[in-house]
């Protein structure tokens, strides 16, 4: 088991990505204490988890809030013995113009999806290096941190935002035995993204895949299993994307060009 014994603290753990990360790392022998918002989600996948055989306990709080980091890292050296591994998950998504962006919207942005990696990060690498055993730090940023559309400002400054925090951390933790890794999920289908995936436009993105298909939040929570592992010892202050292909396709939907040879 690649996390036997391990104490996971993943933000976000209650939906989506973040439940598929909590189930992966128990499978693989993890203790993890599920963070969210949301009291029933959170508890919701406990139940999962403990059913399933594994160690689990909730945590309910927000994480743009420091007391919420520095709580929960507390929580789960209370409940579990230490921490070893930190997924910083939560996120707010916002999809609006600039010139019609309200401060009090990208403020909400950035303290969800740029501070809350923060706080997180800097209360488990005060843990971590306390305890003297080495750790991982992983926060999900997004493709649209380095591909992104209109209506995004927001959370494409976050989730870039967070990739140049994460490297730098990597630097300064790095004597410690700790290593601080991003993960950049494309297109995923979880319960929140699923109403915008309407017949069309799954289409257009398959078609722009070159795999063919949308990811499933399982897939990323391998990478996530990966970079939590010492397996990955030897790899830190990287941004990896998990999208198929999607973000590497220059293609052009609905052309074809044949092969030609030319000198010029």
């Keep these: 088991m690649k996390l036997k014994d391990k104490v996971a603290v993943v933000t976000g753990g209650g939906s989506g990505i973040g439940r598929a990360i909590c189930q992966s790392f128990v499978r693989e022998g993890a203790a993890v204490v599920v963070v969210d918002q949301n009291a029933q989600g959170a508890e919701n996948v406990k139940e999962e988890l403990v059913n399933a055989g594994g160690k689990a306990s909730t945590f309910v709080g927000d994480v743009q809030r420091p007391e919420t980091n520095r709580d929960m890292v507390a ?148 990478v996530f299993t990966f970079l939590a592992s010492d397996e990955s010892r030897y790899i830190t202050g990287e941004a990896i994307i998990v999208d198929g292909g999607y973000t590497i396709n220059g293609e052009l939907p609905g052309v074809q060009f044949g092969p030609t040879s030319q000198e010029v």
């Design 75 to 222: 929580h789960a050296v209370k409940t579990f013995g230490g921490l070893d591994i930190l997924v910083n998950n939560a996120a707010a998504v916002l999809q609006r113009q600039v010139v019609d962006m309200k401060d009090d919207e990208w403020d909400h942005m950035i303290k969800v999806d740029l501070y809350g990696p923060f706080y997180g990060s800097r209360e488990a690498a005060r843990q971590m290096i306390k305890q003297g055993r080495g750790g991982r730090i992983l926060t999900t940023s997004s493709l649209l941190a380095v591909q992104t559309r209109g209506l995004q400002a927001a959370y494409s400054a976050a989730k870039s935002g967070v990739i140049g925090f994460a490297r730098s951390l990597a630097i300064e933790v790095a004597p410690h035995g700790i290593t601080v890794n991003c993960v950049l999920p494309g297109h995923i289908r979880t319960p929140l993204t699923e109403p915008m995936f309407t017949p069309p436009i799954k289409k257009a993105f398959e078609d722009r895949i070159p795999v063919g298909k949308l990811g499933e939040p399982e897939w990323i929570a391998n």
